[in-house]
């Protein structure tokens, strides 16, 4: 059975850091890419970064160049550093596994998320 469990969210002020963490258990971690979403009140959950198994990546352009998408597949874990925090990126961040064929998250392995909220 596949799990997913997402760590390292709080609250930091704007312009600050952190580091996501996303625990995988099964085999889905090293077949499948991952991706990493969020979900702010009221909007729709969005795709923030993605990688593959080969560790290729990309993001959405309201985080170029400030969060970075990496994972560990000897310890099943994926990452997303987050610096340069806008009040813009307060949400819920989960993270999940992508679809090999449709490249959609797998909704039935969605975990609690963890909260990120940037305020002074």
């Known amino acids: 059975q596949v799990q997913l469990v997402e760590s390292g969210g709080g609250l930091v002020q704007p312009g600050g850091s952190l580091r996501l963490s996303c625990a995988a258990s099964?085999?889905?971690?090293?077949?499948?890419?991952m991706g990493w979403f969020r979900q702010a009140p009221g909007k729709q959950r969005e795709l923030v970064a993605a990688?593959?198994?080969?560790?290729?990546?990309n993001y959405a352009d309201s985080v170029k160049g400030r969060f970075t998408i990496s994972r560990d597949n000897a310890k099943n874990t994926m990452y997303l550093q987050m610096n340069s925090l806008k009040s813009e990126d307060t949400a819920v961040y989960y993270c999940?596994?992508?679809?090999?064929?449709?490249?959609?998250?797998?909704?039935?392995?969605w975990g609690q998320g963890t909260q990120v909220t940037v305020s002074s």
């Open positions: 999940n596994a992508l679809d090999r064929a449709t490249g959609r998250p797998l909704e039935n392995y």
């Open positions: 099964g085999s889905i971690f090293s077949i499948n890419a």
């Open positions: 990688i593959t198994t080969g560790g290729s990546t």
